[in-house]
């Protein structure tokens, strides 16, 4: 119980600096004269009170954490921060006589938390622009991590962070510092994101975009979540030189941004270089890229090679690094381009980065373990331990990566079930399943890049909301809560 309260206590100091984030649509409505103005104003006084309540209650059980209090409060985080993010939806369709289930606006909120894009919404261009940009926001500060901001102030308040963010952080290496203190890494990774988040922005505003959308999409972008303020995303700008912007800070977001870090601080390319998955990371999704513009090329979808690879990159690239806008209705090309995008998610970015799925560094080490294997099958008395550039990569981490790779194949096949079970069809089901453990957005079908997820039941909503939680928490975080060991002195 003291475990529990300890949590809460950081809990609620992190609910109170999340409902703050609530003026940023509320501002906008003031200033802007929106419907939605009530709505965040009810819903940051609603999100501040409750955060706040939590924190006074629990006060006393300050203390602190220790590992285990480090999954339960990421798990508890990512699964309460949607409730807070979703008054202000149930709120303004309340008032405006469209009333959202509770389930719709949840799922919303944690599509947007998690950087997976998926919406429930429709009518995006005629809804107030408060709303619009709350969803923005928060996949704005889902990409990074709301956690990384908390634990970069929480030390002020006493509260120690190393656990949180070891926790939180995605990949099989979480033990690498930037700086000698937790703070300070949090700091420079935010600092890191914050910079490329400004050069979207003005980037984005360059090239012709609005500030509103310009400031919309940057979110989305640098959180790899794909939310965008109009119904057919990009298809609205049909614009070569927005689509560029988007690609290069797509590409920017799916790499580490401990190595970009790296790379600012001794001002040279050699970090990106050295980074076990950057090269990786690039081959793939630019190979991709162009092998699937050569496809629709020569498949005669697009006779144009320049039309064949503006759409085959652009749409290539963001689904592979999880983001999901879409300039085309790739689910109308043949089942090869979308099938093959979509697996392209469930690996393609870097530990580290923005993006969801299972990420580079591991299929990096299951390679290199699977050729050790091979070796071994020939020469049994050789020794040959999978290396990271120079380094030897500890036996644990790669038992450690075994055991993800088995409870992500079986977490997509129970999930799986549970849609077929409802009477989805097999490869709807399937697309669902990797579009939401990936935190990708977009499926295949009714719930592809022109659809939307509002014709879920609600069972789905909830198979697929708790899909999108384990895939931002990368599954063992949460999971883990659910084994007898966890709750054991």
């Not at 901001?149 to 190393?162: D, E, N, S």
Request: charged share 10%.
């Amino acid at each position: 119980m003291k475990r529990l309260l300890a949590t809460l206590y950081v809990l609620g100091l992190t609910m109170v600096v999340f409902a703050l984030t609530m003026l940023i649509p509320l501002g906008l409505a003031w200033f802007g004269d929106d419907a939605g103005f009530m709505a965040f104003l009810e819903g940051f006084l609603l999100a501040l009170g409750i955060g706040g309540a939590v924190w006074l209650f629990t006060h006393r059980w300050r203390r602190e954490l220790h590992a285990r209090d480090g999954f339960l409060l990421v798990a508890t985080v990512w699964a309460g921060l949607p409730l807070l993010a979703s008054i202000p939806l149930l709120l303004y369709f309340h008032d405006v006589g469209t009333p959202l289930s509770f389930t719709d606006a949840y799922f919303e909120a944690m599509s947007g938390l998690t950087t997976t894009g998926a919406t429930v919404l429709s009518g995006l261009d005629h809804l107030p622009r408060s709303i619009n940009l709350w969803r923005a926001t928060l996949v704005w500060i889902g990409g990074m991590g709301i956690l990384v901001l908390a634990v970069a102030i929480l030390p002020l308040l006493g509260v120690g962070g190393h656990q949180v963010v070891r926790a939180e952080q995605p990949g099989p290496m979480k033990d690498e510092r930037l700086t000698p203190r937790i703070a300070g890494t949090a700091k420079a990774l935010y600092a890191v994101y914050f910079g490329f988040s400004i050069l979207c922005l003005l980037a984005y505003r360059a090239v012709g975009l609005s500030w509103f959308d310009a400031w919309c999409h940057m979110a989305t972008t640098m959180g790899l979540g794909g939310f965008s303020t109009y119904d057919d995303g990009f298809l609205h700008f049909d614009s070569v030189p927005v689509e560029i912007v988007a690609i290069v800070f797509m590409v920017i977001s799916g790499i580490n941004f401990a190595t970009h870090f790296n790379a600012l601080r001794s001002r040279s390319l050699r970090p990106y270089l050295d980074c076990p998955q950057t090269v990786p990371y690039l081959v793939v999704i630019l190979g991709a890229g162009l092998v699937i513009s050569l496809f629709l090329l020569f498949e005669r979808v697009y006779d144009d090679p320049l039309t064949a690879l503006r759409y085959g990159m652009f749409n290539t690239i963001s689904v592979a690094t999880t983001t999901g806008y879409a300039n085309v209705d790739y689910t109308a090309w043949p089942l090869f381009a979308p099938l093959t995008m979509l697996l392209l998610a469930a690996f393609a970015t870097s530990a580290g980065s923005t993006g969801g799925g299972i990420k580079m560094i591991r299929v990096i080490l299951l390679v290199k373990q699977a050729r050790n294997e091979l070796v071994t099958m020939l020469h049994p008395h050789a020794v040959s331990p999978v290396r990271i550039g120079q380094r030897i990569v500890d036996s644990r981490v790669m038992f450690s990566v075994l055991a993800f790779m088995l409870v992500y194949g079986l977490s997509v096949a129970v999930m799986c079930s549970l849609l077929l079970l409802s009477g989805m069809d097999l490869t709807l089901a399937f697309s669902v399943v990797m579009a939401m453990i990936n935190n990708t957005g977009p499926a295949l079908g009714a719930f592809g890049p022109v659809g939307n997820f509002g014709g879920l039941t609600d069972f789905q909503t909830w198979v697929c909301t708790f899909g999108m939680l384990i895939g931002r928490l990368e599954l063992l975080t949460v999971l883990v809560l659910f084994t007898p060991w966890f709750w054991r002195k």
